[in-house]
Each structure stands twice: as structure tokens, then as C-alpha cells.
């Protein structure tokens, strides 16, 4: 399951060449929401970079079981790229749309659900804007979005095109501390979390994800962590989207 194809996952196809004129502006492609009458929590779910809608429906099909209504998100796939102040304005504007739409549902409780990438543009959204955060569901989260984005096998051509620009691993993880995860933790408090984290992680190497646990937990967290050693990256999030 490790070299699960992706297509199988609700994830497109793997294109590493961006568009040098994306408008970060245009970070947010759709935002879909379905309403369960009488739910008592708002489930908002931030999807992995090259996610499509079959992914995200059946995360919330599960999360529609639990009684809880759904607001999920596509984003552009080039709100991650080599242009690194780029990366961090998508960032910025996704943080605003989300603020503006929970705004919008003046929900009383709200469950995140975030997968892969997603675990930065939630923490960074956590961590920028006051939201309401009930409970939290990480899907193979990493802790450092420059050193998954470094070690990753799916990323290697953008680390090459870092490298070629000269920047090293240190210089991004100090352009992308707004990015990191285990940075933002400090500000989250007094939240249960489960986290959902695979061993056999070539994609987003799991080291970070136990770091960011850890740090979530000296905030004032309540965090559960979920391991498996045998269905990889992808198969962790299509596991993801079929169970409780």
C-alpha cells in the first residue's frame, strides 16, 4: 500500500511545473458545504495538496455520519511551489477565506479535519486568526513544511529547484516558520486531537509528526496518536476517508 497509486487516493496526477503568473488570490478553487439538520458541530475539512472531490466527499460522507455538517475546501495546486514568498501569501489567503466562511456559519463547536499539507494551512490558519477549534483530526501531519517539502519523495523536484536557487534547508525553514506546525502549537490549548500517522511514510517522513505531538501536548493539548506500518502515505488518507 505504500506505492498505492494516487489516483486511487482522490489525489491528480504528480505535475511539478507551476505557473509562474498564479495569482495567490485564486488559492482557493471551490469551497463545498453541507448541512445536517439539527448538528451540534461544524466539521471543516482542509484537504491534501492535489486533492479532488472524491476525496473530500468521502471524508465528509464519514464525518456526516458523526452528525456533524460539512465545509470542505479545494485548493489551487500552486500554492505549493519553489517561489517561496509566494507559497507563504497562498498561505495568508486561505487563512482569510476560512476566517470569513466560519464567520459566516457562526457554528457553535467546530471539528478540523486536516490531511497532509493541510496540517500547515490549518496551524498557520489557527495560528493567525482567532477561530474555534473544538477538536482536531491530523491525517498524516507533518511538523515542518520546508523539511517534509526536503526529505519527501514527492517534493524532490521542488527541493531541486530550491537548490537551484541557492536556498538551503535553513533558509526555508526560516521563511516558512509561519508554515511550521510545531511552531503554531504553541497557540492552540486545552484541544483534544488525534492524530493519524503512518510509519511507512516516504511522503511526509513521520519524525516531525511525533514532534509536533510533543509539542501540541506542552501547549495543553489532550493528543492521541494513531500509528500503522503498513499503509503508507496514501493509503492512510484513503483509510481516512471510510472510517470513524
Known sequence: MASLDTAYCGLKKIDMTYDADFDPQQSVTKALYEEVPDAHELSVIIPPWHANEWLLKRI???????????????FDDNILSSDAERTLTSFVVIAGRIETDLHDKKAEAVHWFATSLGTSVLMHTLGSKKLLATTIDFVVPGGDLAKSLWTG??????????????????????????????????????????????????????????????????????????????????GTILASGFSG
Request: charged share 20%; hydrophobic share 40%.
Open 153 to 234: 519523495l514527492r517534493t524532490r523536484p521542488l527541493r531541486e529547484q530550491f537548490e537551484a536557487q541557492g536556498i538551503t534547508l535553513s533558509q526555508l525553514q526560516k521563511l516558512w516558520i509561519p508554515l511550521a506546525p510545531t511552531v503554531q502549537a504553541a497557540k492552540i490549548h486545552d484541544t483534544d486531537i488525534t492524530m493519524s500517522i503512518s510509519l511507512a511514510d516516504q511522503i511526509i517522513r513521520p519524525d516531525t509528526a511525533f514532534e509536533f505531538a510533543n509539542a501540541l501536548r506542552e501547549s495543553g493539548n489532550r493528543v492521541t496518536i494513531h500509528t500503522n506500518s503498513h499503509l503508507g502515505h496514501y
Open 60 to 74: 465528509a460522507g464519514q464525518q456526516r455520519k458523526l452528525g456533524r455538517s460539512t465545509l470542505m475546501y479545494l
